[in-house]
């Protein structure tokens, strides 16, 4: 009885020690994996800091050239609100465009004047080799008023090109501008011909 019990003895103790290296084994991976996973963290953490510096640097660069322009007129927001080519003539191009305009003077400006400028090239890149302007008017704005207007017309211009859109107010501070690629032309589909029933 004594040599099996200390067999028994044995065979546990070795139990003991088989479950024992297996828990450390399981915590030492565990705790391997929470590094890798912090250390991915730290690095993802670095790439965002970094990131967002260079956006505040950038945001801190064009704060100080907004700074530096002198007081009046700013054209602050461009956008191309609706585009599109008219449907009986491929050569000409309806805009409606949407211009944010702000008095940054400690005095009233008065109505000024202003151009929207529209330069073309071809696709792919190439000079701008056509320009179109038209004059628009801007009214008056009291110290520090801001106000959306709104410019639409039609143009010459061709499927595919890209189109550089520039608005200045004549005499003023800053300027806008707003790049786009035209659209192609719907393929237009024609109505299957009608078949003539014969008749005996």
């Given at each position: 009885m004594s040599?099996?019990y200390?067999w028994i003895?044995r065979?546990?103790s ?5 479950l ?17 996973e912090?250390n991915w ?17 950038k945001?801190?660069?064009l704060?100080?050239k907004?700074d ?6 700013i054209?602050s ?5 609706a ?6 003539d ?8 949407s ?7 400690s005095?009233?400006?008065?109505r ?8 073309f ?7 701008f ?6 004059a628009?008017?801007i ?6 008023e801001?106000k959306m ?9 061709q499927?595919?090109?890209e189109?550089?859109?520039?608005i ?14 035209l659209?192609?032309?719907?393929v237009k589909k024609h109505?299957p011909?009608?078949?003539?029933n014969?008749?005996?």
């Amino acid at each position: 009885m004594s040599r099996r019990y200390k067999w028994i003895k044995r065979i546990a103790s070795l139990i003991i020690i088989i479950l024992f290296f297996i828990i450390i084994n399981g915590f030492f991976r565990e705790n391997l994996r929470l590094l890798d996973e912090r250390n991915w963290w730290q690095d993802k953490t670095s790439t965002l800091e970094g990131s967002l510096n260079k956006l505040k640097e950038k945001n801190e660069e064009l704060q100080q050239k907004i700074d530096q322009l002198p007081a009046g007129l700013i054209v602050s927001e461009l956008q191309v609100e609706a585009i599109s080519f008219v449907p009986d003539d491929a050569s000409r191009l309806e805009y409606k465009l949407s211009v944010t305009v702000e008095n940054t003077a400690s005095i009233s400006s008065p109505r000024a004047d202003g151009h929207i400028l529209f330069s073309f090239r071809n696709p792919g890149g190439g000079n701008f080799f056509r320009t179109l302007w038209r004059a628009v008017e801007i009214p008056s704005l009291r110290p520090g008023e801001v106000k959306m207007l709104q410019f639409s017309g039609r143009i010459s211009a061709q499927p595919r090109e890209e189109m550089l859109i520039i608005i200045n107010i004549d005499n003023q501070p800053g300027l806008a501008k707003e790049r786009i690629f035209l659209p192609s032309l719907p393929v237009k589909k024609h109505p299957p011909l009608e078949k003539n029933n014969a008749h005996d």
